[in-house]
């Protein structure tokens, strides 16, 4: 059974901060990974999605990177800013036409 | 376009009693999957619809259970709620399912159980 840790579980990091978000997952056989955040009391956004061969995504100040051996994956945030004060959750699918599995989320707080 | 809307927002049940939440989809959007989601146990997936058909489904009871329309609009019904039913309800649509493209989740439905 895929199982899917985020570290840390909490964040607090000061404005213009560059910080880094972990994702861990115990299957290495996925087929993508997926990034998505959610604000508090509403629905998630996607963020990024790599497919299985790629080693990187990046989406203006976000960049995400997949190791795919190793059951890891990294979200790299620049220059952060408090609109960035969110969950941030990771998801695996198996395969093609599989459920997301979702990892634990990282509450992050960006202090002006 | 207009985003993933559900209904209601808000619901304040009594256990034993039995509900059902509405998805509307992306026009276009084909495929829609269910999510509870609770402090304790984070997103967990219920199930996905594609056209018509439950092509996943998750590891809950049978008195969850979920249908799609032709029109892709999607209802969740749980029977007999119990105390620990109550949570986020969210739903998410995309063209081809969860594994393949980008997810647009609704805002979610936040049901009481008291």
């Known amino acids: 059974k895929q199982e899917v840790t985020q570290i840390p579980a909490a964040l607090s990091v000061p404005e213009g901060e560059n910080l880094v978000l972990n994702c861990s997952f115990t299957?290495?056989?996925?087929?993508?990974l997926q990034w998505f955040r959610q604000d508090p009391g509403k629905g998630l956004t996607s963020l990024l999605l790599?497919?299985?061969?790629?080693r990187e995504q990046t989406s203006g100040r976000l960049n995400a990177s997949l190791d795919k051996s190793s059951g890891r994956s990294t979200l790299y945030i620049a220059a952060s800013q408090p609109g960035d004060s969110a969950t941030y959750l990771c998801?695996?699918?198996?395969?093609?036409?599989?459920?997301?599995?979702f990892g634990t989320g990282t509450r992050l707080a960006v202090r002006p | 376009k207009a985003g993933v809307t559900q209904t209601p927002r808000y619901l304040i049940k009594t256990r034993g009693q039995q509900v059902t939440l509405s998805c509307s989809p992306i026009?276009?959007?084909?495929?829609v999957s269910w999510y509870q989601q609770t402090p304790g146990q984070g997103l967990q997936f219920l199930f996905e619809y594609f056209s018509e058909t439950q092509r996943n489904k998750g590891n809950f009871p049978g008195r969850f259970s979920g249908r799609q329309f032709s029109n892709s609009r999607s209802e969740m019904n749980v029977s007999t709620l119990e105390l620990g039913d109550s949570a986020l309800y969210l739903c998410?649509?995309?063209?081809?399912?969860?594994?393949?493209?980008?997810?647009?989740f609704g805002p979610g439905t936040r049901l009481t159980v008291l």
């Open positions: 299957d290495s056989a996925i087929y993508n």
């Open positions: 790599i497919q299985s061969s790629q």
């Open positions: 998410a649509s995309s063209q081809t399912g969860p594994s393949g493209d980008t997810q647009y």
């Open positions: 998801a695996v699918p198996k395969s093609s036409g599989d459920k997301l599995t």
């Open positions: 026009s276009g959007h084909r495929s």
